[in-house]
């Protein structure tokens, strides 16, 4: 029973609002779920009827624009020649309902008509139902070529793999990017930055900058001051990954990579993994986010096979296809010649 006291009617005000909530929550999923199928079946039929009269020209586009016609005036915008192309296309990617995931609205479904490549769809839909992506996220990392950029350093089985929980990432490459994409900061590309304000900007989009991370990221400290034997020291951003079970140090550059940069990053990650760890915890991982780098001064940097330190170059706006196709060529290049 609820006391009549500000403590009780408060706690009953939440628990009713909470029911509010949830029931909208759902009644919206439903309704959505309604009209995804809805769409799905129109085009289905629009489909069949177009099977139906192959042998005459532009069939498909008479029945569309016929439906058109006697829709629209009774139904809305929502029937227009030009969403009724989209319910065709809608089947012609989606034949078999079972494939319909209840975890997408409709527009995430059109979202993912634009994309032709089956293996790049199927990792978005795999992505967005395991990390709950909105519809505004889903596109998002769609136009910033998030699958091209994951394959830049894996093979696409592994991405594959680790969208579908085939497989929990083992190490920091798996889920890093290289480049990390920070259009959502609202810096211009060709402006100069000092380190503190992209910083601050990563801070003001700490929810935009977690997405972009990725899978299992959890914010921690800003400035975070270590104290060795006398001098204080500052590390710019420091998060935790429970998927990899490990900290996470990031160091912004708002320059090009240098060996000093690799040594500063390298001493963070050593104090952390020397007096921050527990022993059930994995390395820490320490990124190196830059404005420009020369991976052959990273590769001889480091240690050879070093896995817990990554040099990932930043940029402020949206990569356009051909800028993710050059990388990925390069990487093959690179690839081709240290294997022969």
């Not at 939440?14 to 949830?22: A, C, F, M, Q």
């Not at 029937?79 to 309902?97: A, E, G, K």
């Not at 990932?312 to 051909?322: A, F, H, N």
């Amino acid at each position: 029973m609820i006391s009549n006291t500000p403590i009780g009617n408060t706690k009953l005000v939440n628990e009713v609002k909470g029911i509010i909530n949830l029931s909208r929550e759902n009644a919206v999923r439903k309704v959505d779920s309604e009209r995804t199928m809805m769409y799905w079946k129109i085009g289905k039929r629009i489909f069949e009827e177009e099977q139906d009269g192959k042998d005459r020209a532009d069939y498909g586009k008479y029945i569309i624009k016929l439906l058109a016609q006697k829709l629209q005036p009774e139904f809305g915008s929502g029937f227009s020649y030009r969403n009724l192309n989209w319910y065709r296309q809608f089947y012609r990617m989606f034949p078999i309902v079972s494939a319909l995931r209840t975890q997408l609205n409709w527009t995430q479904y059109k979202l993912l008509l634009s994309v032709e490549n089956e293996d790049k769809r199927n990792f978005y839909i795999a992505e967005s139902i395991k990390n709950h992506w909105s519809s505004r996220q889903m596109e998002r990392q769609v136009n910033s070529q998030l699958f091209e950029r994951l394959l830049l350093s894996n093979k696409k089985e592994a991405v594959m793999a680790v969208a579908h929980k085939e497989q929990f990432p083992s190490e920091g490459k798996e889920i890093i990017k290289d480049p990390m994409v920070l259009e959502f900061l609202g810096l211009k590309q060709e402006s100069s930055y000092y380190e503190k304000e992209i910083e601050s900007a990563i801070i003001s989009h700490l929810q935009e900058f977690l997405l972009e991370l990725g899978n299992g990221f959890s914010f921690m400290a800003r400035q975070k001051r270590i104290h060795i034997d006398g001098d204080d020291f500052f590390i710019d951003l420091v998060f935790y990954n429970r998927i990899l079970k490990c900290f996470v140090i990031i160091e912004i550059k708002t320059e090009k990579l240098t060996h000093q940069h690799l040594g500063q990053l390298q001493m963070y990650v050593n104090y952390f993994d020397r007096t921050e760890k527990f022993v059930e915890e994995n390395k820490t991982i320490g990124i190196l986010l830059c404005a420009d780098k020369n991976d052959s001064v990273v590769k001889f940097s480091l240690p050879e096979n070093s896995d817990t330190i990554i040099a990932s170059k930043y940029q402020l706006e949206l990569p356009s296809k051909k800028q993710i196709l050059t990388e990925l060529e390069n990487e093959l290049k690179i690839f081709l010649e240290n294997h022969n």
